[in-house]
């Protein structure tokens, strides 16, 4: 199992990124995945998740602003973040797993900056 992260990147306070997560070795549309997050200096974050029975979950922060999908073809899970906010600013990982479970499979995690 692997996960893959790309998408990241500067951007400025209102703006919009989607982050991508590519999957290897399972099938991302039939599997819980999650996005967490840290910033410098903070405690991990759960920021969304899809369940295996595509129960969409969102912390309060992020709701109306994020999307998570799955695109079954690709193999590969998207989070499409707007109005991004300084606050937003972390290191983003992709999460096969339930959102809040800490075990699992990770990516390597990827940059998001949001500058004011």
């Known amino acids: 199992v692997r996960l893959v992260e790309s998408g990241g990147g500067l951007v400025q306070s209102g703006g919009s990124l989607r982050l991508s997560c590519a999957g290897f070795?399972?099938?991302?549309?039939?599997?819980?995945m999650s996005w967490a997050r840290q910033a410098p200096g903070k405690v991990l974050e759960w920021v969304c998740g899809?369940?295996?029975?595509?129960?969409?979950y969102y912390i309060d922060s992020v709701k109306g602003r994020f999307t998570i999908s799955r695109d079954h073809a690709k193999n590969t899970m998207y989070l499409e973040m707007n109005s991004l906010k300084p606050e937003d600013a972390a290191l983003y990982y992709c999460?096969?797993?339930?959102?809040?479970?800490?075990?699992?499979?990770w990516g390597q995690g990827i940059q998001v900056t949001v500058s004011s």
């Open positions: 999460v096969k797993g339930q959102i809040g479970v800490r075990g699992g499979y």
């Open positions: 070795g399972f099938t991302i549309s039939t599997s819980a």
């Open positions: 899809v369940g295996d029975d595509g129960t969409l």
